[in-house]
């Protein structure tokens, strides 16, 4: 995948859903948020990672400290802003390079590992926002696929992370089987307890519990933007153990 490519058309996309919106607006899945306010998140999020690229940290950077880190009040400048921290963290990494290591919440990693994460990130808000405002969504099968495997690959970091509970008991498994064309081996995911440990992997399995829908969906669903009774997920197996893993999983 075209990570900077895909990164702009879905910023694009996101901005599109801003320009007639009342910003004052409340988001059902960002509790305590508004348009306006999840607008300024994900703006920031894109400067604070083009910040993080451009100076190579090797710590945390506080929000406070983002250059630029606030949109104008003028609607079409805003999304310009919008549009200029995208293209700044692309920058960033061009600059940087794309291997330089930098600092992550997920530990170092190389610069371009941003531009994926900026994607995904902007992604799901983009899904927040469809939903504040009640119109449609929908990604590219791809870059939908690519956000669960992007969110597992999370996963197997931060399970069990300070004494937490892995998000499936021992014993117990989890597959995930995208309907969309094309896909392949890229829209299956089995997902296994192994030690005090998460692993997964592109293949067919049956799992504890199986979802087969649409790669979008799946995506949502994990992300708990919305249930599987209201999508066309079929699910076969025990519920119980997608429960456990929708409650032991971050959002």
Known sequence: ???????????????????????????????????????????????????????????????????????????AEAITWLHGGAQLLIEAVESAGGQTPVWTFLGTRPANWWIRRRLQETAVHRADAAIAVGTDFALAPDVAADGITEFLERIVIQAGGDGAALPLEAGTSLHLHATDPGLGAAGEWTINVSGDGITWSHEHGKGSVALRGGATELLLAMARRTTVADTGIEIFGDHAVWQTWLDRTPL
């Not at 604070?48 to 506080?62: E, G, K, N």
């Open 1 to 75: 995948m075209d990570y900077p490519a895909a990164f702009l058309e879905e910023n694009r996309a996101f901005s599109e859903l801003f320009h007639d919106a009342d910003g004052a607006t409340p988001v059902q899945a960002c509790p305590g948020w508004s348009l306006d306010q999840l607008f300024r998140h994900v703006g920031r999020g894109d400067r604070w990672a083009a910040q993080i690229v451009r100076d190579r940290l090797d710590h945390f950077l506080d929000g406070r400290s983002v250059e630029a880190g606030k949109p104008p009040p003028d609607r």
